[in-house]
Nanobody
Framework: QVQLVESGGGLVQPGGSLRLSCAAS????????MGWYRQAPEKQRELVAT???????NYPDAVKGRFTISRDNAKNTVYLQMNSLKPEDTAVYYC???????????????WGQGTQATVSS
């Protein structure tokens, strides 16, 4: 079994920063794309950032220039550095990863349990 465990959420004032972490554990042969998504109350889940195993990143315009995704392949961990936070960034943030449990098994998408980030004065 594979698990993704997130940490690092919390309450921060507008303009502040938070750093989220997500560690994958269990039966893992290979991780391809890792990413972060978020879901605000009464809104659909949306993409925040993705990163390939080679380090290529992708961000939507809403967070570009403020958020940075990175990963440590040796630790099967992905990070999200969030700077210049705004109240509209308030959401539950979910980690996502595409993982092969063995070298011959298909890629499967896994999700973390979510961590709350609240931006408020």
């Amino acid at each position: 079994q594979v698990q993704l465990v997130e940490s690092g959420g919390g309450l921060v004032q507008p303009g502040g920063s938070l750093r989220l972490s997500c560690a994958a554990s269990g039966s893992i042969a290979r991780i391809t794309i890792m990413g972060w998504y978020r879901q605000a109350p009464e809104k659909q889940r949306e993409l925040v950032a993705t990163i390939t195993s080679g380090g290529s990143t992708n961000y939507p315009d809403a967070v570009k220039g403020r958020f940075t995704i990175s990963r440590d392949n040796a630790k099967n961990t992905v990070y999200l550095q969030m700077n210049s936070l705004k109240p509209e960034d308030t959401a539950v943030y979910y980690c996502n990863a595409y993982i092969r449990s063995t070298l011959t098994s298909p890629l499967r998408a896994y999700w973390g349990q979510g961590t709350q980030a609240t931006v408020s004065s």
